[in-house]
């Protein structure tokens, strides 16, 4: 029995979810991290003159954002298929069912909610004064003493 002649005991693998969803979620991350690294670059590390770190800041949330989209986007494929298939296998007037008590609920919800955004607004007040103090000048945000 040669090399090729091996017989392989592996189990096949689910093929790997790929698509507009999975580049769309990753887009999503893409962007989130690439503006978290932008922010963390510009307002955190010092000097922040540093244009360098900027940028620096930026590439690695991107990258960071592109490995982290990709797993979710992954992820979120393989949920939404399996959603598909159990809607498959529902039948349509349970279905039906379900959207109709979806929709009674929230009509409910909302002849609820009217009431309570007709209500005055309450005066926020604070039992602890807060007191922010910069160079000599103090600033109070809570009742007077």
Not at 7 to 34: H, N, Q, W
Not at 92 to 97: F, L, N, R, T
Request: with cysteine; charged share 15%; glycine share 14%.
């Amino acid at each position: 029995m040669g090399h090729g002649d091996a017989v392989s005991d592996e189990v096949p693998r689910k093929p790997i979810p790929r698509g507009r969803l999975v580049e769309f979620v990753r887009f999503i991350f893409v962007t989130l991290f690439a503006l978290g690294g932008y922010e963390i670059g510009a307002n955190v590390w010092i000097p922040k003159s540093d244009p360098g770190r900027t940028v620096l800041g930026i590439v690695l949330g991107a990258l960071v954002g592109y490995v982290a989209g990709g797993v979710f986007g992954r992820q979120t494929a393989q949920a939404v298929s399996a959603v598909e298939r159990e809607f498959t296998r529902a039948a349509p007037a349970e279905i039906a069912a379900g959207v109709a008590g979806l929709v009674v609920g929230l009509v409910i919800a909302l002849l609820l909610s009217i009431p309570l955004f007709r209500l005055p607004q309450a005066r926020s007040t604070s039992s602890i004064p807060a007191h922010s103090s910069t160079g000599g000048c103090s600033i109070s945000s809570g009742p007077a003493s």
